[in-house]
């Protein structure tokens, strides 16, 4: 066992894991024997990795850990190990080994005769393999052949971190240990202890001389968990359960929601207030949503030019703006075109893109056929409700399909010029088009005949497109979109 | 279609070739092309100059931006949340200028700090363990070291004999950073959106993993948008990235900017013409945006015209007249403008002057490097003008908005003198409040080139009056319609509605006095400037502007060429045999005479997208067969013209029915 003084510093870093941590200090200790194998098993942020190195850091066991995220195949999984072993073993004894013996590790069984040769005539030894259910090109034997190498070598001691519970060890008592996800209350619990600062910059010494870190900090650890647990409620509650995505969504909203708080509105214990005034944070998706760039903090500024009105869903500006880039025109036209081919059946066209029709009455007649005709049958059609074609995954159109649509988007002639090829070939290259089919992928012509091409942006694109060049969308979508 | 897959084909001999025709003396289509070639040299190293600086100048504060970024995320690296710093560089859909943008950024990179910077592109990275091995590569091999000192500093762990990294391990990275201790591993993902989404994820999850030991920065181009990068990747791969987004130029405002450059430049030996402008700027527009296309159509102009216009002798710098070839003055004298020059005079009945013209080559001679030298400034003047015209515009926030360019082609059109646009322009000269023209003022100051305008006296005194302004108000000029009121007044029942001035100050009549001044002397440089320059002498020397090559060469039409060749044989083959059916219309010239793909081609544009083999070829019978006797020839040769449609991708097999294939082309698409 572990010296208390140890286990409690454990268990001040991570909260709410006594069950774990006493576990695995009853398994690996310096004295008494360790199981051969152990799953340590749990859903994302549960402190696997963490908590597992922290322990063994602590522990003073001779022990190597192999991150299998970094590791690209399963032989390099296996060269990895080994590298590892022999570091940790050269480091721990303080001697230098012949490493030659083990240059090569191409097989699961070589790397059972390498660990044997190494750890012969040695202690315990821990190895852990971080994520092995999430290696990229794993061998299929992987899982059996490591169940059994507690049999091969007899000093080892190997730890599976994994997220689920290993089922094909072919090993009916091999040890599991679960990390269970944290409840509402762990959560609390654990992000509580750093609450972040309500004021960047402390108030003036002179205004506020009374103000003292002390009771800054206290006020901070008050609002904070408060804070934790709307957050919680009202969205991490339903997405992004995990200790990571809380922690994320609750720091992201934390500025915005202590604004007030800064500029003197509430002061600093005026939860319920802060609450309805902050409302509108709670209920946008916004802050659960990971991004790369950080969102921009045109919200807080609108809302606070208008308090008293009800705050509105204030709209994503930044978004709108950026999201179609400024393409040549006839590309625009093309990528739209594209977009139509995919989402519309080819029997339709005739109805929506014949020169000599007009396209706009046509469909306002379809459509208020359509409803006339559900209207009037609604008790027996309502059921079959259909789905809108722009939310279906697209489907493949030959390339003369998307010139045809393209044709009688534009107005007025376009000369028949190859550069119209290179549009697609290029958009094709941004993978804003993708080519569908067998024929070798890459190779060949791009522009070859009897290729088929589908898009891959979505709706939104399609429509702000249009607005680039006057075309309404959705007007020549089957169904329709508003 | 298919049924025999091979058989012997022989084609009937032609009766008898046509005779080549022997050249019997060797025109001079080459003379002096060393000299012009040189002078194509000279003038065009000139213009790359001004393209590189162009080019280095529009996107320098974007480069400046980003390495300011990539230097200050080597700083807080005690953030919480640890996440790759991650430019996001849009740099719009012009996939070619992508590479040269990433050179010069890296070059700054570089140079700034202890940095290594690598470019990984989607050619060298169709996985992950390739694309490992490219970076381990480029990186590792950027410092030389010496083997042996290598070996003495390496960690004893990996030693030779000991296990080997793998060489897609970024284990070598970390070895290599022990050594080099580089403050950014800066990774430049040139073309993300050509990169699998895959790969890109897979990527940023292990240089994540990495992040504590290798001090990681990407920088990410993408052609569209930074949303559209966002979608493709994962929402947990997001986590791992945090950053900013970097725009670059926008590609219309970098044509923009290169035109001025190029094309309308102050001193500029050689113009190219409208039309060719008009076309380059409208190919920009509607299909390529891209730099690397507008500075080869430019080039190829140039070229165009030194290599085939014998007449691009005299742009030559300090030419004499030993320079020229025996024929060149005769050849001058065949232009268009020479020719119109000579009538001119003739109606001016200067008889004299033009038979000296026809028979003095050394007099002609020195007219026509006058007109050269005269032409040059005139289109120097014609060039300013626009300018100004499109700088006055802008000053005086003019709406339409009208780019420079559109108002310098329209200007080489000779379109502008006399438009309403050029007088609309000037009646709000006239009118200009004083504190605009204080801006336009400005804005012509602040442009390089000879202006004929100095606009500085105009501004001392505008200076001066506005020293005397009583009250904060801009002044106004007569012109002004705020200065008009309309005053109503009701005689006998009707409505009169009578315009009425208001009385003007002393200054404003004093600014309208010095507007007015302004105005004349524009309109005046005006009226001289915006000339047509086809009017002058040796404009096809000064200007090249032929659409033909151009069209060709930038703007082809495969598709079109092939179906009309297919639709109207004859004017390609201009054979006696076929003329007299294909005389008028189109569609209805089928003759058996024809090419067998030509005639299957009339019969497919007529069919529908599955076509009956063997209607097709009792059609094809009834056209192309002459008697019973012949009928396997024939069958060889639709067999023949099948195969061909089927080469050009017009046909294909059909598995829907059999006998049949499918119509994969429509025409005219
Ligand atoms: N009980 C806890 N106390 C403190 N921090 C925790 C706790 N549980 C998880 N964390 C934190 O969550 C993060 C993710 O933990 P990690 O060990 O990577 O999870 P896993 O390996 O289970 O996916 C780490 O930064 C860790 O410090
Ligand atoms: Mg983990």
């Known amino acids: 066992m572990l010296p208390d003084e140890v286990l409690l510093q454990l268990n001040r870093d991570f909260p709410c894991r006594e069950s774990q941590i006493h576990q695995l200090a009853a398994l690996y200790s310096q004295t008494l024997p360790s199981p051969s194998l152990l799953v340590a098993h749990g859903l994302t942020a549960t402190a696997k990795s963490t908590l597992v190195r922290a322990f063994l850091a602590r522990s003073s066991l001779p022990h190597a850990i192999v991150n299998c995220r970094e590791c690209i195949t399963g032989r390099h999984l296996l060269e990895h190990t080994v590298a590892a072993c022999l570091a940790t073993v050269e480091a721990y004894y303080d001697e230098t080994l012949d490493k030659r013996p083990f240059a090569r590790t191409d097989s699961l069984s070589m790397l059972a005769v390498n660990l044997g040769k190494l750890l012969d005539g040695r202690d315990k030894f821990v190895l852990v393999l971080d994520g092995v259910d999430r290696l990229r090109e794993p061998m299929p034997t992987l899982m059996s052949a490591l169940g059994r190498f507690g049999e091969v070598i007899p000093n080892l001691a190997l730890v599976l971190v994994t997220t689920l519970p290993v089922r094909n060890l072919h090993h009916p008592g091999t040890p599991h240990l679960h990390f269970l996800p944290y409840s509402r209350a762990d959560l609390l619990e654990i992000l509580g202890q750093k609450p972040p600062p309500i004021f960047l910059t402390p108030p003036s010494a002179e205004q506020y001389s009374d103000y003292t870190p002390e009771l800054a900090a206290e006020d901070d650890a008050w609002l904070w968990n408060r804070f934790l647990g709307a957050v919680w409620d009202s969205l991490s509650k339903h997405t992004g359960r995990d200790l990571i995505s809380f922690r994320n969504t609750a720091t992201r909203l934390w500025r915005p929601f202590v604004e007030p708080v800064i500029s003197g509105q509430f002061g600093t214990r005026d939860f319920s207030r802060l609450m309805v005034n902050r409302r509108h944070l709670f209920q946008l998706e916004d802050s659960v949503l990971d991004r790369i760039m950080p969102a921009a903090p045109t919200s807080t500024n609108f809302i606070l030019s208008k308090p008293t009105t009800a705050p509105g869903k204030p709209l994503p500006l930044t978004k709108k703006k950026t999201l179609a880039y400024d393409l040549p025109y006839y590309t625009t036209v093309l990528l739209i075109a594209a977009y139509l081919a995919s989402y519309n059946p080819p029997r339709t066209d005739v109805t929506y893109f014949m020169k000599h029709t007009d396209k706009r009455k046509n469909r306002r007649h379809r459509t208020a056929s359509t409803k006339t005709a559900t209207s009037a049958t609604a008790v027996t059609k309502t059921k079959s409700r259909k789905i809108p074609r722009h939310l279906l995954t697209p489907s493949p159109f030959p390339l003369d399909r998307l010139l045809a649509v393209f044709r009688s988007l534009v107005d007025g002639r376009v000369p028949q010029v190859a550069d119209v090829g290179t549009q697609i070939a290029t958009l094709t290259s941004l993978r804003l088009l993708t080519r569908v089919g067998a024929q070798g992928s890459g190779a060949g012509d791009v522009l070859e005949a009897g290729a088929r091409w589908r898009v891959s942006f979505g709706w939104e694109y399609a429509r702000s497109l249009g607005r680039v060049v006057d075309i309404e969308v959705g007007e020549y979508l089957v169904g329709g979109v508003d | ?669």
């Open chain 2, 1 to 669: 279609m298919e049924h025999q897959r091979c058989y012997i084909y022989s084609p009937t001999e032609p009766e008898e070739r046509a005779r080549k025709r022997q050249r019997t003396s060797k025109p001079h289509f080459q003379a002096q092309l060393p000299e012009r070639l040189q002078t194509f040299r000279d003038m065009w190293s000139h213009q790359e100059e001004r393209i590189q600086e162009t080019l280095e100048d529009a996107d320098s504060s974007t480069q400046e931006a980003i390495a300011n970024f990539v230097s200050a995320s080597s700083q807080d690296t005690e953030d919480l949340s640890l996440a790759i710093p991650t430019a996001l560089i849009i740099l719009g859909p012009s996939i070619a200028s992508h590479g040269p943008f990433f050179e010069r950024l890296g070059r700054r990179i570089k140079h700034d700090t202890n940095n290594i910077y690598v470019v990984l592109t989607s050619g060298e990275s169709p996985n992950l363990k390739t694309l490992l091995k490219n970076l381990i590569k480029k990186v590792t091999s950027r410092v030389d070291d010496d083997d042996d000192d290598d070996e003495m500093r390496r960690p004893l762990a990996t030693s030779r004999n000991g296990p080997k990294l793998l060489d897609f391990d970024l284990g070598h990275l970390q070895e290599w950073q022990k050594r080099n201790r580089a403050q950014n591993i800066v990774l430049a993902i040139q073309d993300s959106n050509a990169f699998d989404a895959s790969v890109l994820i897979e990527l940023v999850d292990l240089l994540h993993s990495w992040l504590d030991r290798l001090p990681f920065v990407l920088l990410v181009g993408i052609a569209t948008s930074a949303e559209n990068l966002e979608d493709r990747l994962a929402g947990k791969t997001l986590r791992y990235l945090q950053g900013q987004k970097f725009d670059v130029t926008q590609p219309d405002e970098i044509i923009e900017k290169l035109f001025s450059a190029t094309v309308a430049r102050p001193d500029a030996r050689l113009r190219i013409g409208p039309n060719i402008s008009q076309r380059i700027l409208k190919r920009q527009r509607d299909h390529v945006q891209n730099v690397q296309d507008f500075v080869d159509a430019l080039k190829y102009a140039y070229m165009s015209h030194f290599y085939a216009n014998q007449m691009s002798i005299f742009l030559k710098d300090g030419i004499s007249f030993e320079d020229l070839s025996s024929d060149d003055v005769e050849v001058a004298r065949t232009l268009p403008s020479f020719r119109s020059r000579v009538e001119q005079l003739l109606d001016e009945s200067r008889v004299q002057e033009v038979r000296k013209l026809l028979d003095d080559d050394y007099h002609t001679f020195r007219v026509l490097t006058e007109a050269i030298a005269s032409g040059q400034n005139a289109l120097s003047s014609l060039n300013a003008a626009a300018t100004i015209l499109s700088r006055v515009r802008q000053a005086l926030q003019m709406s339409p908005e009208v780019m420079c360019s559109t108002i310098w082609t329209r200007a080489a059109a000779g379109e502008i003198i006399g438009s309403p646009f050029l007088r609309e322009t000037m009646l709000l000269v006239r009118r200009v409040p004083s504190d605009k023209f204080a801006q336009l003022l400005n804005a012509l100051e602040h442009s390089e080139g000879d202006f004929v305008i100095d606009p500085r006296p105009y501004k001392q005194e505008l200076e001066q009056l506005l020293e005397q302004n009583p009250d904060s108000t801009p002044l106004r000029t007569q012109h002004d319609v705020r200065n008009d009121s309309v005053r109503t007044t009701v005689v006998a029942q009707k409505v009169l509605l009578s315009k009425h001035k208001a009385a003007l100050s002393k200054q404003d009549k004093a600014y309208s006095e010095l507007v007015g001044r302004f105005h004349d002397e524009m309109e005046c440089f005006f009226s001289s400037a915006f000339i047509n320059p086809q009017t002058l002498l040796l404009s096809e020397v000064l200007i090249y502007d032929l659409k033909s090559p151009h069209t060709e060469v930038f703007q082809p039409k495969p598709r079109y060429a092939i179906e009309r060749a297919l639709a109207l044989p004859h004017d390609y083959l201009g054979c006696d045999c076929c003329s007299g059916v294909a005389g008028k219309g189109e569609g209805s010239a089928l003759s058996g005479t024809q090419p067998a793909s030509a005639i299957l081609y009339q019969m497919y544009l007529e069919s529908g997208a599955l076509i009956n083999v063997s209607d097709l070829w009792s059609a094809f019978h009834a056209i192309a067969g002459e008697g019973e006797e012949e009928e396997d020839g024939e069958s060889k040769t639709m067999q023949r013209g099948l195969a061909e449609l089927k080469y050009l991708g017009l046909v294909k097999p059909s598995r829907k029915k059999t006998d049949h294939i499918a119509k994969t082309m429509w025409k005219g698409l």
